[in-house]
């Protein structure tokens, strides 16, 4: 199954982007495991699910100082979140965040 930070964090969520973020950074702080999660039936974590949509800097940041460890957690597909990142064409700046995480 799929927790809250997992639903909120997709793309197809019908929200603007600053409630969105503001959401998540409160999931994120009442329950901060959610973040190294797998959910779903392609068993992604925030982290993958977050950089398939625009994300800000900032939260994205926020999501990979909390949840580090998700960098190196693959998905179904065998994909690290850097992957899926790439796949929807996230800015560099944000790419070289999840490479200073996950360097391999």
């Known amino acids: 199954g799929s927790l809250p930070l997992h639903v ?5 969520t019908k929200m603007d982007s600053q409630t ?3 959401l998540i950074r ?4 009442v329950s901060p495991k959610a973040i190294v999660e797998e959910g779903g039936v392609s068993r992604r974590t925030p ?8 994300i800000s800097p900032h ?12 960098t190196f957690m693959k998905d179904k597909k065998g994909w ?11 800015s560099p700046e944000k790419l070289r965040m ?3 995480a996950n360097p391999n």
Do not use: W
Request: glycine share 2%; with cysteine; proline share 2%.
């Open 8 to 12: 909120i964090s997709q793309r197809n």
């Open 20 to 22: 969105k973020e503001h």
């Open 26 to 29: 409160l999931l994120m702080k």
């Open 47 to 54: 982290l993958h699910i977050a950089f398939t949509d625009y």
């Open 59 to 70: 939260l994205a940041r926020s999501l990979i100082e909390q949840g580090k460890q998700a």
């Open 80 to 90: 690290l979140p850097i992957h899926v990142a790439v796949s929807r064409h996230c």
């Open 98 to 100: 999840l490479l200073r």
